[in-house]
């Protein structure tokens, strides 16, 4: 049973430059969520999604930042024209459809460098 | 609104001594309380959950962690610590009530474990 599949593992894009990172979750799985972690920092929460529903995105930046699950296939994450603060490992979670006291299954992350 | 706070950035332990991470939080609400380790370039491991019931929870690895509801406490133990143990430790908090299993979580402490 594949746990959650974060890709790539690394990603290095110049400023400007588009950043799209993909999260497959646990089979069975239909609720995703997406943390930030900047070096040295805990895990900031960035956007909860269920199937073609954006649930919550109250730690979303307002701009450039967006994500998606669509019906069929991974969960992505894209960040338009990057500057260097968006250089940080970006983790993906996903939880089963129901009961609130599921642990979140994390993947290994994407890890962005911004040049 | 939720917080949880790991007043240590780092704890160091020799091999074999008791190990104590902390953990507070503060919710309205009953919480669900998890801790979490993270090894160097992975992502987070679930190590043990607070849901309800007995104030001691064991969890993978030997660790336990004891809920105290009047000091708002989530502290994270074990009787014997390994070298192995060194790595990230994250606590975690989440309302029942909110939409999802959203975590919100601590800023982290470094175990060290020293032979």
């Known amino acids: 049973n594949a746990g959650v599949m974060q890709n790539p593992r690394h990603l290095v894009r110049r400023r400007g430059q588009e950043a799209r990172l993909r999260c497959s979750p646990m089979k069975g799985h239909s609720h995703v969520y997406w943390y930030r972690q900047l070096p040295e920092e805990g895990l900031k929460f960035m956007v909860y999604l269920q199937k073609e529903n954006i649930i919550d995105e109250s730690g979303m930046p307002k701009e450039r930042f967006s994500a998606e699950f669509p019906k069929e296939g991974p969960s992505i994450l894209r960040i338009q024209q990057v500057v260097r603060g968006d250089s940080a490992a970006y983790f993906c979670a996903s939880s089963p459809p129901s009961g609130t006291n599921s642990p979140l299954h994390f993947g290994n992350g994407t890890r962005l460098t911004v040049t | 609104a939720q917080s949880v706070a790991q007043p240590e950035d780092q704890v160091n332990v020799a091999e074999g001594n008791p190990l104590t991470v902390k953990c507070t939080y503060s919710?309205?609400?009953?919480?669900?309380l998890f801790w979490y380790v993270q090894y160097p370039n992975r992502g987070l491991q679930f190590l043990l959950k607070y849901i309800t019931g007995d104030n001691l929870v064991k969890g993978s690895y030997g660790f336990e962690a004891e809920f105290n509801k009047s000091q708002t406490s989530f502290h994270l133990k074990k009787p014997s610590a390994l070298v192995s143990d060194s790595a990230l430790y994250f606590c975690?908090?989440?309302?029942?009530?909110?939409?999802?299993?959203?975590?919100?979580f601590g800023g982290g402490t470094r175990l060290m474990v020293k032979p």
């Open positions: 975690a908090v989440r309302v029942p009530n909110n939409a999802g299993n959203m975590l919100t």
């Open positions: 919710v309205s609400g009953n919480p669900y």
